[in-house]
């Protein structure tokens, strides 16, 4: 069975960096073509994608947080940790990992859609 | 970057109707194309990927069609459990992958 489950503070001031990390279960990140993925939803609103590691240390960020955001795995731990510095009352949302399958072509991976969602951890940004 | 149009945004419907969400992308997306549910309070369940392929153990009510640019979502005959909001996402990049709006079925 495939889980994954988000964790990190559930209050952060503006100006300090956001930390969360996605434990899961009954995938391997070295599986070639296997990746994880963080979305993010404020309050009220739609999804946001914000970054993608892979099984091969890819890493895809949306562009507007780039210089915000970092993703890492820790292949071993079965973790990947997305930061977010600093973080304002914008950033308030209830942020989201999730598995996303993908299928080899020679040294190309095509990512497919995202199968198994964690449960989502709720962040507020004030002071 | 890809954008994802999907209307309505809110649907009014009752149990038995059938339901059509639409989505359109700005530019061919071939049949990247996904369908979540949300709750509330929940975190998004596929529904549909590769434009029409029902994931494992979704009811056959719904279904999924389109490729290119313009996509939907078919909801056969509306069930109590199915009053949700409903997203796209198109996958042909993740770079950034992009989703829709969303979209509320209420009563």
């Known amino acids: 069975q495939v889980t994954l489950r988000e964790s990190g503070p559930a209050l952060v001031k503006p100006t300090q960096t956001l930390t969360l990390t996605c434990s899961f279960s009954g995938f391997s990140l070295d599986t070639p073509g296997m990746s994880v993925t963080w979305i993010r939803q404020p309050p009220g609103k739609a999804l946001e994608w914000l970054a993608l590691i892979g099984w091969n240390n890819e890493k895809y960020y949306s562009a507007s947080l780039e210089t915000r955001l970092t993703i890492s795995k820790d292949t071993s731990k079965n973790q990947v940790v997305l930061t977010l510095t600093k973080v304002d009352p914008v950033d308030t949302a209830t942020y989201y990992c999730?598995?996303?399958?993908?299928?080899?072509?020679?040294?190309?991976?095509?990512?497919?859609?995202?199968?198994?969602w964690g449960q989502g951890t709720p962040v507020t940004v004030s002071s | 970057d890809i954008q994802m149009t999907q209307s309505p945004s809110t649907l009014s419907a009752s149990v038995g109707d059938r339901v059509t969400i639409t989505c359109r992308a700005s530019?061919?997306?071939?049949?990247?194309l996904a369908w979540y549910q949300q709750k509330p309070g929940k975190a998004p369940k596929l529904l549909i990927y590769?434009?029409?392929t029902l994931e494992s153990g979704v009811p056959s009510r719904f279904s999924g069609s389109g490729s290119g640019t313009d996509f939907t979502l078919t909801i056969s005959s509306l069930q109590p459990d199915d009053f949700a909001s409903y997203y796209c996402q198109q996958y042909s990049s993740y770079s950034p992958t992009t989703f829709g709006q969303g979209t509320k079925v209420e009563v």
């Open positions: 999730a598995r996303v399958p993908g299928t080899m072509s020679g040294i190309l991976v095509y990512y497919h859609a995202l199968d198994v």
């Open positions: 530019q061919s997306i071939n049949t990247w």
């Open positions: 590769k434009a029409s």
